[in-house]
T-cell receptor, first 115, second 111 residues
Framework: EADIYQTPRYLVIGTGKKITLECSQT?????MYWYQQDPGMELHLIHY???????EKGDLSSESTVSRIRTEHFPLTLESARPSHTSQYLC??????????????FGDGTRLSIL | KQEVTQIPAALSVPEGENLVLNCSFT??????LQWFRQDPGKGLTSLLL?????REQTSGRLNASLDKSSGRSTLYIAASQPGDSATYLC??????????FGKGTRLHILP
């Protein structure tokens, strides 16, 4: 059963729209992450958070922004979507002090297509 | 810069065979290594996590080994089943607390 939820699962939308991808987890994990994955390619970390009011940029430059107002919620926002943003976005969470100290739990992802 | 490579990129084997997936990394200064499974259109499921001080971890038909000094890990799957068909991803947690993923091996078990 899923302990981390992403909505929507699929989104097809026009250029220039503001988009928010939702991610929620029920495990009380402090650490949360957003990855971007193109088909057949590796995951790239775009944002992460160590806890409430903590947000950090990942290794891959992204025009998206994130917020962490509540422990369980880590939404990702694109202010003005472009075709280059077309990708799969995966949210994950984990307990522990280090980023990778414990296995990460992943959501099922949001597949985003910008026309 | 840490790089993670997985070979082969794709593999098809008949049901019942034992198989090995390979992962290599360029910088041996890692904190741990994880193997994940990803089904089409889904997120990742953690299979095994090996700390840098460990040599192997086992879970059911899966066995993962780690040779940190040579920068290699293998995932051994015994008695493969069609339900094992998925993409298997290797990821290293670096000592500066980053997780670097490989591109994965797409495994297809033939019934």
């Amino acid at each position: 059963e899923a302990d981390i939820y992403q909505t929507p699962r699929y989104l097809v939308i026009g250029t220039g729209k503001k988009i928010t991808l939702e991610c929620s987890q029920t495990m009380g994990h402090d650490k949360m992450y957003w990855y971007q994955q193109d088909p057949g390619m590796e995951l790239h970390l775009i944002h992460y958070s160590y806890g409430v009011n903590s947000t950090e940029k990942g290794d891959l430059s992204s025009e998206s922004t994130v917020s962490r107002i509540r422990t369980e919620h880590f939404p990702l926002t694109l202010e003005s979507a472009r075709p280059s943003h077309t990708s799969q976005y995966l949210c994950a969470s984990s307990p522990g002090v280090r980023v990778g100290n414990q296995p990460q739990h992943f959501g099922d992802g949001t597949r985003l297509s910008i026309l | 810069k840490q790089e993670v490579t997985q070979i082969p990129a794709a593999l098809s084997v008949p049901e019942g065979e034992n198989l090995v997936l390979n992962c290599s990394f360029t910088d041996s200064a890692i904190y741990n290594l994880q193997w994940f499974r990803q089904d089409p259109g889904k997120g990742l499921t953690s299979l095994l996590l090996i700390q840098s001080s460990q040599r192997e971890q086992t879970s059911g038909r899966l066995n993962a080994s780690l040779d940190k000094s040579s920068g290699r890990s293998t995932l051994y799957i015994a008695a493969s089943q069609p339900g094992d068909s998925a993409t298997y991803l290797c990821a290293v947690n670096t000592e500066d607390d980053k997780i670097i993923f490989g591109k994965g091996t797409r495994l297809h078990i033939l019934p």
